[in-house]
């Protein structure tokens, strides 16, 4: 109601300047308009015939007329600062949560200690969690030795998807595996909003680089929360590639041994509790992505579900009613008198 007048407040004070500076340069504006006026009339005619052309001019009613401007034009800098006065309570809702999936997707996520694939398996993990998932944004980061943007931020889940099944280990051309790099480029393409902004890291967690967990405690001073995803088994296989010439060979490091990958739970497990998220195995059939599905709802609705919010009614439609109202009373002021107030006032 307009009649309640508790807790007055302007949104947006910084726009009263344009209240006060714009309605002052009007003045000035005014008074130099009218003084090159009366110049120019004194150099059309000598000041007998002067005071016969302008019997019809009413100097009240220009003042008058100008005064309605420069508060037209105050009132118009008052709408602008959004004055409000009495309070509305509503409930506090969350946006919803932005979820930026980090994806491995380097040699190493190519053995099959899970089935089809480490590689495989996450990804159909990922999509599981998105058609389940209604709520908020999701995007996509590959990494290896690099880490690229995949699919920004969206709502689209059919554009993230064809990004998704897009990805293999040829992806990121730079071999390796730079978990800090990824969980950056990660953060970078979050949005500076209020959402809550969840990364969800899917690796086997063999970082080579060693940057994951100084890069995650970085990250949890910005609000951000990691959902490391265990990729694999901690017995290990070996990695085998398709060679050029289509058949699946065996990787050997540089003394020419075969190269055994397991899974580095303590990693992911310390990147976790660096920003205050939880670590899971991703199990066999995607278990551990429903666990973090089923933290992340939980926390939405908890967060939907804070209380009540008290927000200033807006009243900004009053003040720009009343310049409405007086830019077109001064459109309907003329400024000459009619001649019989003329006889009246020189027979006076």
Same mark, same amino acid.
């Not at 694939?117 to 998105?130: E, H, P, Q, S, T």
């Given at each position: 109601?307009?009649?309640?007048?508790?807790?007055?407040?302007?949104?947006?004070?910084?726009?009263?300047?344009?209240?006060?500076?714009?309605?002052?340069?009007?003045?000035?504006?005014?008074?130099?308009?009218?003084?090159?006026?009366?110049?120019?009339?004194?150099?059309?005619?000598?000041?007998?015939?002067?005071?016969?052309?302008?019997?019809?001019?009413?100097?009240?009613?220009?003042?008058?007329?100008? #005064?309605? /401007?420069? $508060?037209?034009?105050?009132?118009?800098?008052?709408? +602008?600062?959004?004055?409000?006065? @009495? *309070?509305?309570? &509503?409930?506090?809702?969350?946006?919803?949560?932005?979820?930026?999936?980090?994806?491995?997707?380097?040699?190493?996520?190519?053995?099959?200690?899970?089935?089809?694939?480490?590689?495989?398996?996450?990804?159909?993990?990922?999509?599981?969690?998105?058609?389940?998932?209604?709520?908020?944004?999701?995007?996509?980061?590959?990494?290896?030795?690099?880490?690229?943007?995949?699919?920004?931020?969206?709502?689209?889940?059919?554009?993230?998807?064809?990004?998704?099944?897009?990805?293999?280990?040829?992806?990121?051309?730079?071999?390796?595996?730079?978990?800090?790099?990824?969980?950056?480029? #990660?953060? /970078?393409? $979050?949005?500076?909003?209020?959402?809550?902004?969840? +990364?969800?890291?899917?690796?086997? @967690? *063999?970082?080579? &680089?060693?940057?994951?967990?100084?890069?995650?405690?970085?990250?949890?001073?910005?609000?951000?929360?990691?959902?490391?995803?265990?990729?694999?088994?901690?017995?290990?296989?070996?990695?085998?590639?398709?060679?050029?010439?289509?058949?699946?060979?065996?990787?050997?490091?540089?003394?020419?041994?075969?190269?055994?990958?397991?899974?580095?739970?303590?990693?992911?497990?310390?990147?976790?509790?660096?920003?205050?998220?939880?670590?899971?195995?991703?199990?066999?059939?995607?278990?551990?992505?429903?666990?973090?599905?089923?933290?992340?709802?939980?926390?939405?609705?908890?967060?939907?579900?804070?209380?009540?919010?008290?927000?200033?009614?807006?009243?900004?439609?009053?003040?720009?009613?009343?310049?409405?109202?007086?830019?077109?009373?001064?459109?309907?002021?003329?400024?000459?008198?009619?001649?019989?107030?003329?006889?009246?006032?020189?027979?006076?």
């Amino acid at each position: 109601m307009i009649g309640d007048f508790t807790h007055p407040h302007f949104a947006e004070p910084h726009w009263l300047w344009l209240a006060v500076i714009a309605p002052a340069a009007l003045i000035l504006l005014q008074r130099f308009a009218g003084w090159r006026r009366r110049r120019q009339l004194a150099q059309f005619a000598d000041p007998e015939i002067m005071a016969s052309l302008l019997q019809s001019h009413s100097p009240a009613r220009r003042i008058f007329k100008n #005064a309605l /401007l420069v $508060l037209a034009v105050a009132g118009f800098g008052v709408a +602008l600062a959004r004055p409000q006065w @009495g *309070e509305t309570t &509503e409930s506090a809702r969350a946006l919803g949560e932005d979820i930026m999936f980090v994806l491995d997707c380097s040699r190493s996520m190519l053995a099959t200690d899970v089935q089809p694939d480490r590689l495989g398996r996450a990804k159909y993990a990922i999509l599981d969690f998105v058609q389940r998932h209604g709520n908020g944004r999701v995007g996509l980061v590959a990494f290896a030795g690099q880490a690229f943007l995949q699919c920004p931020l969206t709502y689209d889940v059919d554009a993230f998807r064809e990004a998704l099944l897009a990805m293999d280990d040829r992806t990121i051309p730079v071999g390796g595996t730079d978990i800090g790099r990824a969980l950056d480029e #990660a953060s /970078l393409a $979050l949005e500076k909003n209020d959402r809550r902004k969840v +990364l969800v890291l899917l690796t086997d @967690g *063999e970082d080579l &680089e060693k940057s994951g967990i100084a890069k995650a405690k970085a990250l949890a001073e910005k609000h951000i929360v990691i959902y490391p995803i265990g990729v694999g088994t901690a017995a290990g296989t070996v990695i085998k590639v398709t060679n050029e010439q289509g058949f699946p060979e065996t990787v050997h490091d540089p003394e020419g041994k075969v190269v055994q990958s397991r899974l580095d739970e303590s990693t992911l497990t310390a990147i976790a509790q660096a920003t205050h998220g939880s670590y899971h195995p991703l199990g066999p059939v995607g278990e551990g992505l429903t666990a973090v599905r089923n933290q992340v709802e939980a926390a939405a609705e908890q967060a939907e579900s804070g209380g009540q919010r008290k927000s200033g009614i807006e009243r900004f439609h009053v003040p720009l009613a009343i310049v409405v109202l007086l830019l077109g009373l001064e459109s309907l002021i003329g400024t000459r008198r009619k001649v019989r107030q003329i006889g009246e006032s020189q027979s006076a």
